[in-house]
């Protein structure tokens, strides 16, 4: 081997941690990416799921209201 190679692989050896540090780097960041990603929708879905829980509550209560009035004497 001559000088020429013996250099390109020491650079090369010298850059390994780096590129490992941003491998790393890299994989951390997406993971906590998707954990923002998932607590965002599971708020989502929780509140549409209560917007969606009150709302059919309204349509009952009008309804029972509705079939009530028709059963109530009017004076």
């Given at each position: 081997m ?7 692989y020491?650079?090369?050896l010298?850059?390994?941690?780096e ?15 998707g ?16 917007n ?20 109530t004497?009017k004076?």
């Amino acid at each position: 081997m001559s000088n020429a190679s013996i250099n390109e692989y020491q650079g090369d050896l010298h850059t390994l941690p780096e590129t490992i540090g941003k491998l790393v780097h890299y994989q951390v960041e997406l993971v906590k990416i998707g954990v923002i990603s998932s607590a965002n929708f599971i708020v989502f879905v929780g509140t549409t799921s209560i917007n969606l829980a009150g709302n059919v509550l309204s349509a009952v209560s009008q309804v029972l209201q509705g079939v009530l009035s028709v059963f109530t004497p009017k004076k």
